[in-house]
C-alpha cells in the first residue's frame, strides 16, 4: 500500500506556506493564489494554531458580508486540524477527508510538518497507483511482461 511518504518525497520541492493568525485574509488568499494551494497553516508565535483554506473564506467570509480585506485569518481559520504521520496510507487520508470532511491533510513528523496532503494530490495518487495495477493485471492476462 501506498503511503504518504512516497508523496512528500516524490515532490522535488516541499514548501509550506504559512501565514500569522494576526494577518488579513486577503494577505492569506493573496499567498495562495501566488503559491497555487488551497491552504496555508496559520501561525502565531513560530506555533501552528490552525489551517486556513479557501473554504473558510467561501463559508466564512464573503458569503457572510465578511471582506477579504477588514478580516483577520484568525477569526476564520480552522483551529481543530486531522493530522497525519508519513506512515498513512493513502486509502486512510481518503477515509480521513470522507470522516472529517477536509480537503487538505497537514503532515507531521517529528513534531515539524514537511507537507500537506490536498484532496488533489490524493486523488491523483490514487488514480495513479490504480492504472499501474490495470497496466500490471494487463501485462498478466496477455502473458507480456508480468512482474518486470
Do not use: W
Not at 511518504?5 to 500569522?20: C, G
Not at 463559508?59 to 508519513?86: C, F, H, L, N
Not at 472529517?100 to 496532503?117: A, F, K, Q, S, T
Request: charged share 30%; with cysteine.
Amino acid at each position: 500500500m501506498t503511503t504518504v511518504r512516497k508523496l512528500v518525497d516524490e515532490k522535488a520541492e516541499t514548501k509550506i506556506h504559512t501565514i500569522q493568525a494576526d494577518a488579513t485574509v486577503l494577505d492569506a488568499l493573496q499567498i495562495m493564489a501566488e503559491a497555487d494551494t488551497g491552504a496555508v497553516l496559520v501561525t502565531e508565535n513560530d506555533k501552528i494554531i490552525g489551517i486556513f483554506t479557501e473554504r473558510d473564506y467561501a463559508r466564512e467570509g464573503e458569503v457572510k458580508g465578511i471582506y477579504a480585506k477588514d478580516t483577520i485569518v484568525r477569526d476564520v481559520m480552522t483551529s481543530q486540524m486531522v493530522m497525519i504521520r508519513p506512515e498513512t496510507t493513502l486509502q486512510e487520508c481518503a477515509e480521513l477527508m470522507r470522516q472529517y470532511r477536509v480537503r487538505h491533510l497537514p503532515v507531521l513528523e517529528n513534531e515539524r510538518v514537511i507537507g500537506i496532503v490536498s484532496i488533489r494530490g490524493l486523488a491523483e495518487a490514487l488514480l495513479q497507483q490504480k492504472q499501474g495495477t490495470i497496466v500490471e493485471l494487463e501485462k498478466y492476462i496477455l502473458g507480456t511482461g508480468y512482474g518486470e
